[in-house]
C-alpha cells in the first residue's frame, strides 16, 4: 500500500496550461495562490501548450516533473471541458502532488512512474476551505489555484481532499506502435528552435539497434548532438527527455521540412543501404 | 475620510507593462525592485499589453487586482508620454497600491472600486530616496521599480510620496453606451485563445433579460460556458472577469470572424426571432 | 590582485537564454535550480534572444546585470555548441558571478567592466558537487542550473569552481568602426516596439559633436526622446540603455523601415544640410 503522507509541501508550485503569456490568467492565478500563501514560489512551467491539446500538455508534465524538489505542487490547466462538471485528478508521486482537470493530461505521467496514488477530489470538501463560487469557464483561478494555495499551506494534504481511485481518466492519448524491427509515433510537440519532437521513447529505438529515421522523404541516421552533422543539415537523436527529436543543425527543422505537430515519424532497424 | 494608513507592504509586487517579454525590460525592472527589497515576490500580472494601448491595461488592471492578497504594490507602465514632464498616479485601494502614469491607466480601477484614495507622486521626494537619475525613455526601471522597492521594503508609504488628489487623469477611455433596449461597446482585448473580449458588464447585459448579441453578420444568444454550443459554434457569454466575451467553442473566434480590438459589439433584449 | 571572496550569494538568481518561453526548458532549470536551493529568487532576464545569436545574448547581458543586487548569480545558456567539449565560462564582476559557455557570450560585459576575475571551470569538480551526467543537448539543465544552486546554496564558490584565466573566448563579435568624425555600428537587436537598436554607444556619438544618423535612405537628427518627433515619425536617440536607437514615436521602425539585426547604422558628425 502506498503511503501518501510523504507529501510536506517545500513550498513551491508549477502551473502548466495552456493560457499563454499575453493575458493576466496565469498572473491572476498566482494572485489566489498568494492570497493562500503568501510565501509561495510559483515557478512557470509551461504556459504555451497548444490551445487545448492535452497530449502536449501531458507529454511535457510526465518529463519535466521530476527535475522538482519532494514536495512541489504542480497545477496543469489544460481543460477543454471547462464549465462542465468533469472532475479533478490528483496524483501523488515522490512526494509531489499534481493536480489537472480529469481528461487525460496526467495519464502520461501516471504510465510512466512507480506508484503514483491517484485521487479525485471530492467537491464537498470545498466549502470548509473557503472556495465556493466558480465561475464556468476560469476554474485556473477559481478552484486550481486556491487548492495549491491550501495544499502549500498545509491546511489541507492530498488525503483529505478525495478518496483514492483505481485509475484516471486516460484521454485519448495515442500511443506508439512497435513492430516487428521497427516503431512508428508521431510529432508531439515542436520546440522554440524548431525541433520536432516524437513520443518515440529512447529505450524503443535503442532495441532497434542500429537504424534509420523516416519522416517524409527523409531518411536519417541516429545522431548523439546537433553538431554531429553539418551546418543545416537534418540530425536525428535521442534528446535530453529521452525521445527522438529531428533537429536541423543552425536552422529550424520545422520550417524547411514544412511538418509539425501530428506528423507520423518512422524508425526501421537497419542503416541507410 | 480615507485612512490610508491601511497599507501594511506584503512583499509581494505585481508588473503590468507593454514591454513584452522578448527582451529584458522586465527583468531588469525586477532587478531593481531587488536591489531596494530583496525579500521581494514579484509577479508579472501582464506585459502583452499592446503597444502604448492604456485602455487595454487598464482594462485588465481594473479586473486582476483584486486577486491579490493585502499590501500587494502593483506597478503598471503603459506610457506613450515617456519622456515628458506627465506624473505619476498612486492609488490606495483595499490594502493594496497601484503606481502608474498618471495618464488614464487606472481610471477604470478608480471607476470601480470603493472609496479609492488617489495622489500624486511629489517629485521633490525623490532625491531622498535615492532616486535620482531618471533615463528620458525608461522610467519603468528608474522610477517606477525603485518606488515599488522602498515600498516593499517600508521605507516610505503612500502617503509620504505625494499628496491626496480629487482625480486623477481619465485618459481617453470609451465607455459602452446604453439605450433603450440595448447596449453597445467595443472588443477591449484578444486573449491567446482569439477570444474577444468586450467593456460590456455582466450586469448591463442582465438588466436587458433575454437578449442577442450582435458582432457583425453574427447574432448570438447568451449561453452559459463554451460547452453550451456544438464544436466550431459562436457562443456569446459573461465570462470569468464579468464582461461579454463572443468567443468559438474549440477554435479562435478572432481569426474566423476576422475582427479584433476595437470592434463594436451591441447587445439587444429579445431573443432571435 | 582581485579578491574573489567579495561573493556572498544574495539567493537571488538570472537566467538568459535562447530558450523562448513557450516549452518547459526555461522552468525545467528553475527546478534544478530550487533542487539545489529551495529559497532560491529566479529571475528571468531574458530568454528570447534569437537562437544561437550570441551577440545578441551578449550585449543585453552586458547591460542588464548591474541592475542587480550584490550577490546576483547570472546563468547564460546562448550555445550553438552544446554537446560538444567547449567549457565553461565564470566571471566575477562587483560582488556578482557570471555562468556561461565560453563563446563569447561574456566578452562584451568583460570589456566594460572594471578588474573582472576570469575563470574556467574544472570539470573535475563537478562530481562532488552532485553533477554527473550531462545531456548531450541541455546543459542549461544539467549543468548551468544545479552550479548555480550550489552557489546560491554557499557549498561552493567561484574560486572553487575554476581557475583564474587571463581571458575567455572572445567569440566572434563585431564591433563598430570609429572614423574620422565617423562611426558605423549594426542593429543588434530589435525590441518588441520595433525600436532598432544598434551597438553603438552614447559616448561615441557625443565625441562627434552635432551629428546625422544614417540608416537606409533616412537620415535622422539626435534627438532625445520619443516625443520629440510627431506620431509616426522617425526619432534617433541615445537609450536607456546608452546606446543609439532608431524608432518611430508611436509605430514599429522595424515594420515601415524594412530592417533588422545586422543592418549598418550609421552616424556623421554634421547636422543635415
Not at 531518411?219 to 527522438?244: E, H
Amino acid at each position: 500500500m502506498n503511503n501518501p503522507s510523504g507529501f510536506r509541501p517545500s513550498g513551491i508550485v508549477t502551473l502548466t496550461t495552456d493560457f499563454g503569456q499575453r493575458d493576466p490568467f496565469v498572473g491572476v492565478m498566482k494572485g489566489q495562490v498568494l492570497r493562500r500563501h503568501a510565501q509561495a514560489t510559483i515557478v512557470d512551467l509551461m504556459h504555451e501548450v497548444a490551445p487545448q491539446d492535452v497530449d502536449e500538455g501531458g507529454f511535457w508534465l510526465a518529463r519535466s516533473f521530476e527535475n522538482f524538489p519532494s514536495g512541489t505542487v504542480h497545477v496543469a490547466v489544460v481543460d477543454p471541458g471547462v464549465g462542465t462538471s468533469r472532475p479533478v485528478a490528483i496524483v501523488e508521486v515522490n512526494d509531489q502532488v499534481l493536480l489537472a482537470p480529469d481528461n487525460g493530461l496526467l495519464s502520461e505521467l501516471v504510465d510512466r512512474v512507480n506508484r503514483p496514488v491517484l485521487r479525485r477530489l471530492d467537491p464537498g470538501v470545498l466549502p470548509s476551505l473557503g472556495i465556493a463560487r466558480l465561475s464556468a469557464t476560469f476554474h485556473g483561478r477559481d478552484l486550481f489555484a486556491p487548492l495549491a494555495g491550501e495544499l502549500l499551506a498545509g491546511r489541507t494534504t492530498p488525503a483529505r481532499l478525495g478518496p483514492e481511485v483505481p485509475e484516471l481518466n486516460r484521454g485519448r492519448r495515442t500511443e506508439p506502435v512497435v513492430g516487428d524491427g521497427w516503431v512508428e509515433g508521431v510529432v508531439v510537440t515542436v520546440d522554440r528552435f524548431g525541433n520536432l519532437i516524437t513520443n518515440i521513447e529512447g529505450a524503443v529505438v535503442a532495441r532497434l539497434g542500429a537504424c534509420t529515421v523516416v519522416l517524409g522523404s527523409e531518411q536519417l541516421p541516429l545522431s548523439r548532438t546537433y553538431a554531429d552533422v553539418p551546418a543545416n543539415g537534418y540530425v536525428a537523436l535521442i534528446n535530453a527527455f529521452d525521445v527522438l527529436e529531428i533537429a536541423r543543425n543552425g536552422g529550424s527543422a520545422e520550417a524547411t521540412l514544412g511538418v509539425g505537430r501530428g506528423t507520423t515519424v518512422r524508425v526501421e532497424s537497419g542503416g541507410r543501404g
